[in-house]
Nanobody, 121 residues
Framework: QVQLVESGGGLVQPGGSLRLSCAASGSISSINAMGWYRQAPGKQRELVAIISSGGSTNYANSVKARFTISRDTAKNTVYLQMNSLKPEDTAVYYC???????????????WGQGTQVTVSS
């Protein structure tokens, strides 16, 4: 089995920073893309940032120049550095990893349990 465990969420004032982490563990053969998504109350889940196995990144327009995604391949971990946070960034943040398990044939999407980020004064 595979688990994704997120950490780093919390309450922060507007203009502040947070760093989210997501570590994948279990019977992992290889990991392709890893990414962060978020879902605010009453809204659909949306892509925040994604990073390929080769390190290419892509961001939602709303977070460009404020958020930075990175990964540590050796640790099977993806990070999201969030700066200049705004109240509209408030949401539950989920990580996703595209993983092929040991002995598996297919790439499968795995999701973390989510971590709350609240930006408020």
């Amino acid at each position: 089995q595979v688990q994704l465990v997120e950490s780093g969420g919390g309450l922060v004032q507007p203009g502040g920073s947070l760093r989210l982490s997501c570590a994948a563990s279990g019977s992992i053969s290889s990991i392709n893309a890893m990414g962060w998504y978020r879902q605010a109350p009453g809204k659909q889940r949306e892509l925040v940032a994604i990073i390929s196995s080769g390190g290419s990144t892509n961001y939602a327009n709303s977070v460009k120049a404020r958020f930075t995604i990175s990964r540590d391949t050796a640790k099977n971990t993806v990070y999201l550095q969030m700066n200049s946070l705004k109240p509209e960034d408030t949401a539950v943040y989920y990580c996703k990893a595209v993983i092929r398990t040991t002995g598996g044939w297919y790439w499968v999407d795995y999701w973390g349990q989510g971590t709350q980020v609240t930006v408020s004064s």
